[in-house]
């Protein structure tokens, strides 16, 4: 039988330590609970918000709806010759499961180590890192329809993936819940060295054939000097999104400033780096209040104790106008706002 509860806090359940309460709140362990849980009318009628590891996510005010937190767990994988087909409950981890692939030699993942949150939400946001997206090595996702009560299967092409982006965050958005993913990986490497910081510390360890285990080492060393630790300091990783712009603009932005820090985003566009456009507004380290960008990483948002999810979000704005004002470069917030 699904426990409800009434008036729960949400500090311990999202990064941010943002401390709000939620008129309702479950926990699903299996997808059976899914099914009981909508089979009575009065929840689909309620605003709903689905938690993993709640580590994407600004939570601004008392949710006055029903929160459902997502624990089904569990890992499975099939070989086929040098194919790995990897399985994980919607509530495992994700850096588990990266870790769980690493030390099993199944290569694809080892980029996207130490990345917060939930497998479960690795699809909705097309998660990223270090030269490698959750689409580089995605197979299927089973979810749920909250309308139909069915379950179903959505492939590479149903979820019409984009930069940090797919279909659950666009037209499916609350429509489905996320149960399982299935990974493709593979026992034949293919080490992806695109960024110069994973070249660089693999150069200091004179590594010079990296395994998947040395590239996820380093780019958990990398993660760790950079971005400061949720159980430290309350925080949601990368708050805004790198922007990307038409190479006619980028080139005009250079001119301006020959600095820029850029990387080639394929179709005639340009990614730009947002944690250097922000440094360059003198963000970098900055407290106001409670609240402040990372001494380490000027992208990431902090909670100093006792911020409200308004005192981030005003910020946030903040920083937004700044950049805008400077570069003519509108910045977009990566994390989910729930207001």
Not at 44 to 63: A, C, D, T
Not at 300 to 324: C, K, M, P, R
């Amino acid at each position: 039988m699904l426990q409800i509860q009434e008036n729960i806090s949400l500090k311990n359940f999202n990064t941010f330590g943002i401390d709000v309460n939620a008129r309702y709140f479950v926990e699903i362990n299996h997808e059976d609970d899914l099914t009981e849980l909508f089979a009575d009318e009065q929840w689909k009628q309620l605003p709903r918000l689905v938690l993993g590891g709640g580590s994407n996510m600004l939570l601004v005010n008392n949710f006055d709806g029903l929160v459902i937190r997502l624990n089904i767990r569990g890992i499975e994988h099939r070989i086929n010759h040098e194919d790995v087909f990897v399985e994980a409950g919607a509530g495992e981890v994700w850096n588990d499961l990266v870790n769980y692939c690493v030390d099993h030699g199944y290569a694809g993942m080892e980029n996207l180590t130490l990345i917060p949150g939930s497998v479960g939400a690795s699809p909705i946001q097309n998660i990223g890192a270090y030269g490698v997206e959750l689409k580089d090595v995605f197979e299927s996702c089973r979810a749920f329809e909250i309308a139909t009560g069915a379950f179903k299967v959505f492939t590479k092409a149903d979820c019409k993936f984009g930069y940090r982006e797919s279909v659950f965050k666009s037209e499916l958005a609350g429509q489905y819940i996320i149960t399982s993913v299935k990974f493709h990986l593979s026992l034949k490497p293919n080490i992806n060295l695109k960024y110069g910081a994973i070249e660089q510390e693999l150069a200091n360890r004179d590594i010079t054939e990296p395994t998947i285990k040395d590239v996820s080492q380093v780019v958990a060393h990398i993660r760790v000097s950079k971005l400061p630790d949720p159980s430290t300091i309350g925080n949601a990783g990368s708050f805004f999104k790198n922007p990307v712009i038409g190479l006619g603009e980028f080139q005009a932005l250079q001119q301006q400033f020959p600095d820029v820090v850029n990387y080639p985003a394929g179709d005639g566009q340009v990614k730009l780096a947002a944690g250097w456009l922000i440094e360059q507004c003198g963000w970098k380290g900055k407290i106001v209040g409670n609240t402040g960008t990372w001494k380490n990483q000027a992208l990431v948002l902090v909670n100093h104790g006792g911020a409200t999810g308004e005192e981030v979000y005003n910020f946030s704005s903040q920083i937004i106008d700044s950049v805008y004002h400077k570069f003519g470069v509108t910045l977009q917030r990566e994390v989910n706002i729930i207001q």
